[in-house]
């Protein structure tokens, strides 16, 4: 394509909204002339069905749950009187709690202000607020965050030495809806137990954000913790960064959520239009549609030019994979549908994986994403007349281009500057796009029947390894695992079996030592 072919292109298809700064160029997606009309019945249809949702109708028949988290940017869409009390109410409650912990009217014991944040959540109950407070948060943050995000004792203790001597003036927060979830359960149970070991007294510190009558809400209300925020049912992890799941972290850390839950609500607002082409969602879900033959067969390659936004992808992966990654349709049929997201950020990506993106295999469209404003002063020059900030928009465009140059389509959205009110923004249109999307391939996007497999996988595991032990504990000599399996007559469970020996192994947890055999799998094992 000619350079005054682009041109025109790019100012036929730009979508620019004046108010918000928000452009979407998919200029460089080769959809046909035809792909619009084609589509349009099925948008038309995804269009009502996202009304359908916004006005409290069953999306997750599953758990017969209503999908509201757009009522939270707006409370006045919610269904009912109740819910949107709630809604105010919570927001309320997050300002006047965290303007408490800033002033030193709530403090740690001894009167000592809090100074930091703990975090502790899986899934969206980490990613969102993960990336609102590496987008947003700075030197001056009010509390300085910190996260446990997985059950890897490990990674809990690096961030417990981060913390130092400081955990005596930091908060900690705990998000979990049924409090049940083993993942931040054990996370809690750790720092309980490292709060213990420095003397100090856990529920002084802590914070709950849970569905009402949880395990760990009624954990937090025995133990006198300082506060509790609700997680309603109406509201998927994947989609609660606008709840107190995110309001409440990012609140404490000192980040506008104002303005955070404004730039959603104007994003909310942009993406209900109902005129296609003036809808950056429906652009957003159309080109997903064309660049993935509506199979997901391409991945999208998310690269935001901006470090603070390095988090984006891993939220994405979440938000886009658990949404739309189903192997049924709405009418039961098979056909493994999802979209795979993974990236980088620019210009890192030029270091690391654009030689294969520009010559290597094509099962990919990138989503660019950037920032115009370098940042809140003006910068040195690093060379006569050209900025470092300059150089990383050359890169930007350069790689751009030369993945188009050779037959590789990308779209570019870009925002203005990074705030809570373009973040907000970001947030709100993919979860506009990912709803639209899943109504365009005919699936459910609000249930995620195999992430409660892999739990139920793993709770076999847990409960199999008790058996395990347990029989070793009787046992007065070594044995190989396809022994203990087969005196368990779980012969089809020997890998297991290995593998739950070999991790105990390699821990002084449950005393179990390992007798090396002649090759790893005839090793024998032991209590010691």
């Not at 446990?148 to 490990?154: A, C, H, K, L, Q």
Request: with cysteine; net charge negative; charged share 25%.
């Amino acid at each position: 394509m000619n350079a005054i072919t682009q041109w025109n292109r790019y100012t036929q298809h730009l979508f620019h909204d004046p108010e918000t700064g928000l452009m979407i160029d998919i200029s460089r997606m080769e959809f046909d002339d035809g792909f619009f009309t084609a589509m349009e019945p099925a948008m038309r249809k995804a269009f009502v069905e996202m009304a359908e949702l916004e006005g409290g109708s069953i999306a997750n028949p599953d758990e017969h749950r209503m999908v509201g988290h757009y009522w939270l940017r707006n409370p006045a869409l919610a269904p009912t009187p109740e819910i949107r009390s709630e809604i105010e109410d919570t927001i309320g409650k997050v300002k006047e709690f965290t303007a408490k912990i800033h002033a030193g009217t709530i403090t740690a014991p001894g009167g000592r202000p809090f100074r930091r944040l703990l975090v502790i959540g899986i899934g969206g109950s980490a990613l969102g607020p993960q990336f609102v407070a590496d987008a947003l948060g700075g030197a001056g943050d009010a509390l300085q965050p910190f996260f446990f995000d997985n059950t890897d004792p490990d990674g809990m203790d690096r961030v417990l030495v981060e913390i130092g001597d400081g955990l005596a003036e930091t908060l900690t927060v705990v998000i979990s809806k049924s409090g049940g979830t083993k993942e931040t359960k054990n996370g809690m149970l750790e720092a309980e137990s490292a709060y213990r070991r420095a003397g100090l007294d856990f529920p002084r510190f802590a914070v709950a954000v849970t569905g009402a009558g949880s395990e760990l809400d009624t954990t937090a209300t025995t133990a006198g913790w300082l506060a509790r925020f609700p997680m309603w049912d109406w509201v998927g992890g994947r989609t609660s960064v606008t709840s107190a799941v995110g309001l409440l972290p990012a609140a404490l850390q000192g980040i506008e959520i104002d303005g955070l839950l404004e730039g959603a609500g104007f994003c909310d607002e942009l993406t209900r239009r109902t005129e296609t082409t003036r809808n950056p969602a429906a652009l957003l879900a159309l080109m997903w549609h064309h660049a993935t033959g509506g199979k997901g067969n391409r991945d999208m390659v998310v690269l935001p030019y901006k470090d603070r936004l390095l988090l984006f992808s891993r939220y994405l992966q979440q938000l886009v994979m658990e949404s739309l990654g189903k192997e049924r349709d709405r009418q039961g049929n098979v056909v493994c549908q999802g979209l795979s997201v993974y990236g980088n950020k620019g210009s890192t990506d030029q270091h690391a994986y654009v030689q294969q993106l520009r010559e290597g295999v094509n099962n990919f469209f990138v989503t660019f994403i950037e920032v115009l404003k370098d940042r809140a002063g003006a910068s040195m020059e690093v060379e006569p007349g050209v900025t470092a900030g300059d150089y990383l928009s050359g890169f930007f465009q350069g790689t751009r281009t030369a993945l188009a140059d050779n037959g590789r389509e990308s779209l570019t959205i870009t925002i203005p500057e990074v705030s809570p009110r373009t973040v907000g923004m970001l947030i709100a249109l993919f979860e506009r796009a990912v709803g639209l999307y899943a109504s365009l391939v005919n699936i459910n996007a609000y249930h995620q029947p195999g992430v409660e497999a892999g739990k139920k996988a793993a709770g076999a595991v847990l409960a199999l390894q008790g058996v395990v032990l347990e029989h070793l504990r009787t046992c007065d000599r070594a044995l190989t695992a396809e022994e203990i399996a087969a005196v368990l007559r779980r012969p089809d469970d020997v890998e297991t079996v290995f593998r739950i020996l070999l991790h105990a192994a390699a821990n002084p947890d449950h005393r179990i030592a390992l007798e090396h055999g002649e090759s790893l799998t005839k090793s024998r094992f032991r209590i010691d």
